[in-house]
């Protein structure tokens, strides 16, 4: 596609209800990132793929989060049995270069996700 | 620990001021640094920068960085509405060559 395209743009989930979110990447792009954004604050990396390998899976909060890009291009971002502190808005990214922080990202619009 | 501050954390400007924000960094391993601005949706690329006293520029906005001081700066001049933003510096560092990221300079361009 023209951009990184995530869905669903928002969420609102119950506490201990299990979330997937979902990232198609720019054709063709290596790298897949996942970021946490809290309100007011900067990007917070999650895990990083390097085609379907999840290289880089460091940045995870807890075992309730999991990613997966089983064919190396669409990603999904699970979290299981939400907690009000997984609210935020989780940004996916994507670079045709290998490695991380080795060029341009390019971010979707993001999944803002509303733990009640 | 690696870190990435930015200063000031908010602004507010009238439009045609020059706006100049800061990113410090404490990091091992520096590899390359990066600008996003961020409006109501996603971070867009600005700039990434990788040796020093180069500057960068693509129409109003410019960008330096200085490996002695670890910092960079971002410049806009003749600012406009439009640069309303939030306005992110990220580090590319370590051997895991991974992103760590500012909590950024909001900038709020007055009519």
């Known amino acids: 596609g023209a951009g990184v395209s995530q869905s669903p743009r928002y969420k609102v989930a119950k506490r201990g209800q299990d979330v997937a979110l979902r990232c198609d990447p720019i054709?063709?792009?290596?790298?897949l990132f996942w970021y946490q954004q809290a309100l007011g604050q900067g990007p917070e990396f999650l895990t990083y793929?390097?085609?379907?390998?999840?290289?880089?899976k460091s940045g995870l909060p807890s075992d309730r989060f999991f990613a997966e890009r089983p064919e190396g291009s669409v990603s999904t971002l699970k979290i299981q049995r939400t907690q009000q502190e997984d609210s935020a808005v989780y940004l996916c990214?994507?670079?045709?270069?290998?490695?991380?922080?080795?060029?341009?990202?390019?971010f979707g619009e993001g999944s803002r996700l509303t733990v009640l | 620990e690696d870190k990435v501050v930015q200063s000031p954390l908010s602004l507010v400007v009238h439009e045609g001021d020059t706006v100049t924000l800061n990113c410090s960094y404490e990091?091992?391993?520096?590899?390359?640094l990066l600008w996003y601005k961020q409006e109501k949706k996603a971070p867009t690329f600005l700039f990434m920068l990788?040796?020093s006293g180069i500057e960068k520029k693509s129409g109003r906005l410019s960008s330096i960085l200085d490996k002695k001081e670890l910092s960079s700066i971002l410049n806009i001049t003749a600012t406009q509405t439009g640069d309303s933003a939030i306005y992110l510096c990220?580090?590319?560092?370590?051997?895991?060559?991974?992103?760590?990221w500012g909590l950024g300079t909001s900038l709020a361009v007055n009519p």
């Open positions: 054709s063709g792009h290596v790298s």
């Open positions: 793929f390097q085609n379907e390998a999840q290289l880089d």
């Open positions: 990214a994507s670079s045709p270069a290998r490695g991380q922080g080795t060029g341009e990202l390019f």
């Open positions: 990788t040796s």
């Open positions: 990220a580090v590319n560092a370590g051997n895991n060559r991974k992103l760590i």
């Open positions: 990091v091992t391993n520096f590899r390359s």
